[in-house]
């Protein structure tokens, strides 16, 4: 199977031109992009092979939750993916074990594929807490769906290397993709699983993760925005399908 390259575009960029630009020089297959709801119809628009993303959803469909956005709602703007539990939310809004395994659960209901993001802050490694941390997020958020056959998509994305500069070593993640798979058994999960890596992840160093065939794509965040990195990526995904 070819191995999948997302691309976080986090809170970027301004407008609407700006992210059209940016979703044509990002348009190629094995590539799922992911804007900011706003501009999710814009892109769609663009976009002919990449796949559209969408950085989160709420776990319920309709209703009084002012400034949510339903899974129902995603699909209807052409969205296949969500990421959920990304740590940026975990840490700045709040967003619980619990919360992310309802988001879990609602993507399978409205035909979403999730991205569930794992994995510790550097206090949590500095105190040789990474597996628990991973164990316990894991769990929690695949509770309500472990009997689902049906497609995930795993983020290793140890915080202490989001946005750092400082990516993991690939012997780590190489580790943590063992650790995750055996868990994933333990559990009796049906589910199946595609286990990738992000933080730091640019032209330079995607190589180093993509070459072995246990990881099998990246999330990047900063260098999906800067032009012509994430083409390089993707094509250094395409050579270790
Ligand atoms: P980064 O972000 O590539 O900028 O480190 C990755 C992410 O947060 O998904």
């Not at 997302?6 to 804007?35: F, H, R």
């Amino acid at each position: 199977m070819s191995k999948i390259v997302i691309a976080n575009w986090k809170l970027n960029p301004a407008t609407a031109k700006e992210a059209k630009q940016l979703a044509k020089g990002s348009d190629m297959a094995d590539l799922i992009v992911c804007p900011p709801f706003q501009f999710l119809e814009d892109v769609a628009g663009v976009i002919k092979k990449a796949k559209l993303g969408a950085q989160d959803l709420f776990w319920e469909d309709k209703g009084a939750f002012t400034g949510e956005i339903s899974g129902t709602q995603l699909r209807d703007a052409g969205v296949e993916y969500v990421i959920i539990g990304h740590s940026e939310r975990r840490k700045n809004l709040g967003e619980t074990d619990e919360m992310v395994a309802k988001k879990i659960f609602a993507a399978f209901n409205d035909g979403l594929k999730p991205i569930l993001c794992v994995g510790e802050s550097q206090e949590e490694r500095d105190r040789n807490k990474t597996n628990e941390v991973v164990e316990r997020e894991l769990r929690a958020g695949l509770s309500r769906v472990l009997a689902e056959k049906r497609d995930i998509i795993i983020a290793y994305e140890p915080v202490w290397a989001i946005g750092t500069g400082n990516p993991d070593t690939p012997e780590n993640m190489l580790e943590m993709v063992r650790f995750i798979k055996d868990l994933l058994k333990r559990i009796g999960s049906q589910l199946t699983v595609r286990i990738i890596y992000g933080g730091s992840i640019k032209s330079d160093n995607a190589e180093r993760f993509l070459q072995h065939k246990e990881i099998e794509g990246a999330l990047v965040g900063g260098a999906s925005l800067t032009r012509g990195e994430i083409q390089k990526i993707v094509e250094i995904a395409k050579k270790y399908k």
